[in-house]
């Protein structure tokens, strides 16, 4: 529905430029994600969702195709869909400068977009968004080196909300950790979307997870979407022997949410 619209990948086609060989690695990607709803994005290692997230953040311009956020193209406008967008990775570690504490983090986030704020502003907002994210307001003088990785990424998915995002893509952001803290960082995602209405793009290898979390599914296989649809068609009755042989591959570590 145009008007619930968050996002869209709009014939996507991306190619890799190695010296004199050129590498296709998205073919004609099509699919959209709504507010308040999560899209997972599946696939073999190599199947091209990073660079998906990648162009949707605007790190990346696509060979042809359109990436829009609300309407706005994420790279003829950049400047617009940077503050409605926000990327989270894999290993929280690798954001954070290791000689910074994480309120310095904070400020230089909430000072980019937020550009005149004075400091009990920031301050404030700093006691805010360490509140949001479930860490303790002491958090903000501590350095990246000293946090757990459950509260690292806690950390880290706290700077990225500093902005107010429309959108949050998470590629990865449960690998690094064990079962027990997937769970609460899941809870604490299904929570901010609840609270702050979010879409989220949310790429993942395990698909247990996307069995919680995921409204809608896209599945990426060497580049081509193979199939896209609701969560619970994809993953209870998938089409492709592909995506069966994803699904198989996986153990159910969470149950299916209600
Ligand atoms: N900067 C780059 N230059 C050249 N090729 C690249 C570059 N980045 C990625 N690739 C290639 O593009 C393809 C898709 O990579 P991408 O990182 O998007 O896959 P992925 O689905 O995220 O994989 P993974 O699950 O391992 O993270 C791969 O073959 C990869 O080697
Ligand atoms: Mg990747």
């Known amino acids: 529905m145009p008007t619930k619209q968050l996002f869209q ?4 086609c991306h190619e890799y430029k190695l ?13 959209q994600g709504s507010a308040g709803k999560t899209v997972g994005v599946v696939g073999e290692s190599g199947s091209g969702k990073s660079t998906l997230a990648k162009i ?24 617009q ?10 290993d929280p570690e690798s954001s954070f400068n290791p000689r910074k ?3 310095w983090h904070y400020e230089e986030a909430l000072s980019i977009h937020f550009p005149g704020k004075n400091p ?16 303790p307001l002491s958090t903000a003088n501590r350095y990246p080196y000293e946090l757990s990785g459950g509260q690292k990424q806690r ?14 893509i998470l590629d990865e952001p449960l690998a690094s950790l064990d079962v027990p803290l997937r769970k609460q960082i899941i809870d ?18 395990d698909l247990s997870t996307l069995k919680y979390i995921a409204h809608d599914v896209a599945v990426l296989c060497e580049g081509n979407l193979i199939e896209f649809g609701t969560a619970s068609d994809i993953l209870s009755n998938p089409k492709e022997g592909y995506t069966q042989r994803l699904i198989s591959a996986v153990p159910d570590l969470i149950p299916r949410r209600t």
């Open 101 to 103: 504490t994480i309120q």
């Open 188 to 205: 604490l995602l299904l929570k901010l979307q609840r609270e702050q209405n979010l879409g989220y793009l949310f790429i993942t290898h």
């Open 9 to 12: 990948f709009d014939a996507i």
């Open 120 to 135: 009990l502003w920031i301050k404030h907002k700093i006691a805010e968004l360490l509140e949001s994210v479930q860490l």
């Open 56 to 79: 949707l953040v605007g790190l990346l311009k696509p060979t042809s195709g359109k990436a829009i956020i609300k309407g706005v193209d994420c790279h003829d406008n950049r400047a």
């Open 81 to 90: 869909t940077t503050k409605l967008v926000q990327m989270l990775f894999q």
């Open 155 to 168: 950390a880290a998915l706290g700077r990225a909300l500093a902005p107010k995002p429309k959108l949050l």
């Open 19 to 31: 010296g004199n060989v050129t590498k296709c690695v998205l073919n004609n990607i099509s699919f």
